[in-house]
């Protein structure tokens, strides 16, 4: 089982559509969990950390459910501009501990 | 936020040369830097941990001889890619964190990357 695992995507949806990603986990010991946004041919770029309350930032919103290890991000109003690379993240909590990457969702918003 | 920096960008070399890519927190210290690599179309994958003053930690199936990596300071760390191949062309990328605290929600940040084309 691998150790991120997100849909496979790519979700094609027009402009102003709500979309959801959905990721699961299979270390029940990572502590940090994170949203990064990747573009064509460029590094990841950090959307939003996620809290086990659940957090939103403007029309971004994530939620964490440890018990089922699953994170999920909701893009509401969807924006030409948010095409992009979703990568689910996970890690421990020390600065020494890497993140793990899922494969990334694939996201294209057409006018 | 914190900036790290990579470099080069780019770089394209003749099978069988030796590439060095150097990563550099600009505003903090790391005593910690992770190497990541990246196919088309496939995630980020951890080839090592890189630890300011002691060696390298390797992920399975990555060659610690072939992927030299140097922490010699705690703001700059080297990835040589040593005799490259053409099945070594991949986009390179590194990250740093800094210490946990000071607001610092554990956020790694990424250098640009460096694209490795070996002919």
């Known amino acids: 089982r691998k150790e991120v695992e997100q849909d496979p995507g790519p979700f094609n949806v027009p402009e102003g559509a709500t979309v959801a990603f959905n990721c699961t986990y299979s270390?029940?010991?990572?502590?940090?969990f994170f949203w990064y946004r990747q573009d064509c041919r460029k590094e990841p770029k950090l959307l939003m950390s996620?809290?086990?309350s659940g957090n939103e930032d403007g029309r971004f919103t994530a939620q964490l459910n440890r018990a089922s290890q699953y994170i999920s991000l909701l893009i509401r109003d969807s924006k030409l501009s948010d095409s992009a690379t979703y990568l689910c993240?996970?890690?421990?909590?020390?600065?020494?501990?890497?993140?793990?990457f899922g494969k990334g969702t694939t996201l294209s918003v057409s006018s | 936020g914190a900036v790290v920096s990579q470099h080069p960008s780019r770089v394209i070399c003749k099978s069988g040369t030796s590439v060095k890519i150097e990563c550099r927190s600009l505003?903090?210290?790391?005593?910690?830097m992770f190497w990541y690599r990246q196919f088309p179309k496939q995630s980020l994958m951890l080839m090592a941990t890189?630890?300011?003053?002691?060696?390298?930690?390797?992920e399975q199936g990555v060659e610690k001889d072939k992927f030299l990596i140097n922490h010699a300071s705690l703001t700059l760390s080297t990835l040589t890619v040593t005799s490259a191949h053409p099945e070594d062309s991949s986009f390179y990328i590194c990250?740093?964190?800094?210490?946990?605290?000071?607001?610092?929600?554990?956020?790694?940040?990424f250098g640009e990357g460096s694209r490795l084309t070996v002919l």
């Open positions: 990250s740093a964190r800094p210490l946990l605290g000071l607001g610092n929600t554990g956020e790694l940040f």
């Open positions: 270390n029940s010991a990572s502590q940090s």
């Open positions: 996620v809290y086990s």
């Open positions: 993240v996970v890690s421990g909590y020390q600065a020494g501990t890497a993140l793990i």
């Open positions: 505003d903090f210290q790391a005593t910690t």
């Open positions: 890189s630890n300011e003053g002691s060696k390298a930690t390797y």
